[in-house]
Structure formats: C-alpha cells, structure tokens
C-alpha cells in the first residue's frame, strides 16, 4: 500500500483544485505502471506548507522571495 506525501510552498492562487487532482491522478499511474501497485490502495497526499515554514539555506522561502532569489 504505497503512501506519497507531496509537499509544495502555498502559493497566491495555487496549486488549483484541478491540478491537485492531476498530481494524484499522473502519481497514481506512475506507481501502477512502474511498481505494479494497485491505485484503490495508493495514498497520495498533497501538503501545503507556508512559505515562513520552508526554509532554503539560512532562510525562510519569503524572506528569499522578498529579497528576489
């Protein structure tokens, strides 16, 4: 029973409710296709994390957007 755990930086407007759905759908597949794994007992989770909780380097994502890198 695979379990995927996708996180991404939330965004202004995004990821929308159609792309969410393509993510599970195309990871699904991809397990079923490489593994073999049956897609009713594939777990596929999206988190959204702010950006003040996702830190590159030294610090946090807004910070480093702020500033332009």
Do not use: C
């Not at 996180?7 to 490489?34: D, F, S």
């Amino acid at each position: 029973m695979p379990y995927v755990n996708i996180k991404v930086t939330r965004e202004r407007g995004g990821p929308t409710t159609q792309q969410k759905k393509e993510l599970i759908a195309r990871t699904t597949r991809m397990l079923q296709e490489v593994l073999d794994k049956d897609p009713a007992t594939t777990f596929v989770i999206i988190d959204e994390v702010e950006t003040d909780n996702w830190g590159v380097g030294l610090e946090s994502v807004t910070e480093r957007r702020a500033r332009g890198g």
